[in-house]
T-cell receptor, first 115, second 111 residues
Framework: AQSVAQPEDQVNVAEGNPLTVKCTYS??????LFWYVQYPNRGLQFLLK??????LVKGSYGFEAEFNKSQTSFHLKKPSALVSDSALYFC?????????????FGRGTSLIVHP | DVKVTQSSRYLVKRTGEKVFLECVQD?????MFWYRQDPGLGLRLIYF???????EKGDIPEGYSVSREKKERFSLILESASTNQTSMYLC??????????FGPGTRLTVT
């Protein structure tokens, strides 16, 4: 089975500084990788995905993610953090279950951006 | 824009009641999902459906059932609610193999 790991429960960063939220994956074959964000008391929102091609993927709200095959990582990044980026972030990988492709999610990382 | 709606944002039920959580999507997606989300446990898949009248168990199906009579609607049923089913319930839909679109969630409290 495919899996992802988010090694940090919480990441703290000052507003204006660059941020990184880490994700590593374990797959057989080529990975389909996703990042989602969840604001308080809301559902998850899709941010970006990697399927193939360029290792640097750009997504919504100024976020980007770098696919690194040798390190089996897909870290989420943003050059300059905003207080409004404070949220829960989930990494996910496409898996196969019961003949269908469905995602497997990481446990989530809480990002706190301090003013 | 894709829209996934859930019938209630907040719900309070008593132990032993039968509870229905409804989810509707407007993008003709084949796949629909029900998750529960608890602090420290992330998202856990309860059931998913890849077609009308088709369903597959997820990781924690015990105490739940689902119904998908129409493509746009996927219902989660708690046959006899218990306090350990107090949680945030999230519905999602997607085309096969691609990103999911989530509803706003239903926070269910069972007393």
């Amino acid at each position: 089975a495919q899996s992802v790991a988010q090694p940090e429960d919480q990441v703290n960063v000052a507003e204006g500084n660059p941020l990184t939220v880490k994700c590593t994956y374990s797959v057989s074959g080529n990975p389909y990788l996703f990042w989602y964000v969840q604001y308080p008391n809301r559902g998850l929102q899709f941010l970006l995905k990697y399927i193939t091609g360029d290792n640097l993927v750009k997504g919504s709200y100024g976020f980007e993610a770098e696919f690194n095959k040798s390190q089996t990582s897909f870290h989420l990044k943003k050059p300059s953090a905003l207080v409004s980026d404070s949220a829960l972030y989930f990494c996910a990988v496409r898996d196969m279950r019961g003949g269908s492709y469905i995602p497997t999610f990481g446990r989530g990382t809480s990002l706190i951006v301090h003013p | 824009d894709v829209k996934v709606t859930q019938s209630s944002r907040y719900l309070v039920k008593r132990t032993g009641e039968k509870v229905f959580l409804e989810c509707v999507q407007d993008m003709d997606h084949e796949n629909m999902f029900w998750y529960r989300q608890d602090p420290g446990l992330g998202l856990r898949l309860i059931y998913f459906s890849y077609d009308v009248k088709m369903k597959e168990k997820g990781d924690i199906p015990e105490g739940y059932s689902v119904s998908r009579e129409k493509k746009e609607r996927f219902s989660l049923i708690l046959e006899s609610a218990s306090t350990n089913q107090t949680s945030m319930y999230l519905c999602a839909s997607s085309p096969p193999a691609y990103e999911q679109y989530f509803g706003p969630g239903t926070r269910l409290t069972v007393t």
